[in-house]
């Protein structure tokens, strides 16, 4: 599912603005706040929840493919964090909302269910 | 209800729209052109959109092997180009790539112009949605190839300065783009940027500095990171999930989860961990023929 279409149905700001591409697609979601954990399981397509604000969250992104991020429980990703993900195409959101609504909103979306 | 095979036509299943290259641009631009959009070979098309030719990654390596990255793509690039027409099967698309070692084709149309690109990996996912065979919906960025046989050996060297936490990641951030450049299949180049994050991130917890070594080739991605820390005292415990000794700051930014190790050793087809007498040494095998 396109990233455009999902963000504008969830409760996240931008944190930094910049158009999100057509083929921005989201094949499914991951929750997780030790890095190495994500490593372990994030699929490439995947986004992101996490509360890590610190920029290494950005070369995980890279790494794996993970085309978005999103902040939640009201944490703000540090400016380094911001810069890094600008450079590398990765789009960040923050949001006040919870883990498990963003998820579930997510989920009601259709993301990470098979798309016919 | 089940269509005929036949039915299924190039044009259905190639990539519209095509990145093409003037055959009097520099070489250096090709590669930036490829970089950028994660291609291994683009067609290079005159003015007059005629098709003079191809310039892949192998192209670009025996530029860079030239130090000829200013020299002109037409110099370059492979002349010698096999096209496929629009309205042709996907099954003669097949028997193209059986005969042929080329990655992709670009596709023309009866008169002669370029009007997209197809790759091995587009007709095989195309015909899996078909066949109903796909888990995964297909998107645009999908280009599942094959590792590349053609490219030549590299030496990849990386120093890694431990502490210098905001860096950290960069060293697999540049393995993981040589690797996709190379056309290295995602797979293997997920696992390999995987075992390199992990093991960067090891020498930035617990050691001084360090080095990473990644000897490329086509059949064999090894990775050597070498550190100069206390080495590991046990190191059957230290493959175990779960276990870390990881300072507290540091677990605080979510490392030292204890999953560093088991995290290479499950992304690796070897993994040989060794004290040194100067730290410790891992060496890392992928190798891609494994891959079904």
Not at chain 1, 66 to 88: M, N, S, Y
Not at chain 2, 137 to 142: F, R, S, V, Y
Not at chain 2, 152 to 158: D, G, K, L, R, S
Request: proline letters at 3%; aromatic letters at 6%; glycine letters at 8%.
């Amino acid at each position: 599912m396109n990233l455009r279409r999902i963000v504008g149905n969830l409760q996240v700001e931008a944190v930094y603005n910049s158009e999100i591409k057509d083929n921005t697609v989201i094949k499914g979601c991951y929750i997780g706040d030790l890095l190495s954990n994500v490593m372990a399981h994030a699929k490439s397509g995947d986004i992101w929840i996490t509360v890590q604000s610190h920029q290494n969250v950005v070369a995980v992104a890279q790494l794996l493919n993970l085309p978005a991020i999103i902040f939640v429980d009201g944490h703000k990703p540090q400016q380094e964090t911001i810069e890094k993900a600008e450079q590398e195409g990765i789009y960040l959101f923050a949001t006040e909302e919870t883990a498990y609504n963003i998820a579930a909103s997510l989920y009601s979306l259709g993301v990470g269910r098979s798309e016919k | 209800m089940k269509k005929n095979k036949e039915q299924l036509l190039i044009k259905d299943v190639m990539n519209e729209g095509v990145v093409s290259v003037h055959p009097e641009a520099s070489v250096q631009e090709a590669k930036d052109i490829m970089r950028s959009r994660g291609f291994s070979g683009i067609p290079v098309i005159d003015k007059d959109n005629c098709l003079l030719g191809i310039i892949s990654v192998a192209d670009i390596i025996r530029a860079l092997e030239n130090d000829a990255l200013e020299a002109l793509v037409k110099e370059y690039m492979t002349s010698r180009v096999i096209t496929i027409n629009a309205n042709a099967s996907v099954g003669q698309a097949l028997r193209l790539f059986h005969n042929h070692k080329f990655g992709r084709f670009p596709v023309v149309n009866n008169e002669g112009e370029v009007v997209g690109i197809v790759t091995h990996g587009d007709v095989i996912g195309r015909l899996a949605v078909f066949l109903g065979i796909d888990e995964e919906p297909l998107d645009e960025e999908k280009e599942q190839e094959p590792i590349n046989k053609e490219f030549i050996p590299q030496i990849f060297e990386y120093p890694i300065r431990a502490l210098d936490f905001d860096r950290t990641g960069e060293g697999a951030s540049s393995l993981k783009k040589i690797l996709a450049e190379l056309g290295v299949s995602r797979d293997i180049v997920r696992r390999s940027a995987i075992a390199a994050y992990e093991a960067e991130i090891n020498v930035m917890i617990h050691a001084r500095e360090g080095k990473m070594t990644a000897n490329i080739s086509p059949q064999e991605i090894t990775i050597i990171v070498e550190d100069q820390g206390p080495g590991i005292d046990n190191i059957p415990l230290a493959m175990r999930k779960g276990y870390s000794t990881a300072a507290d700051k540091f677990r605080q930014m979510g490392f030292g989860a204890g999953m560093g190790l088991p995290n290479i050793k499950k992304s690796a087809d070897k993994l040989f961990v060794e004290n040194t007498c100067k730290g410790l040494r891992l060496i890392i095998k992928i190798m891609p023929e494994k891959i079904a």
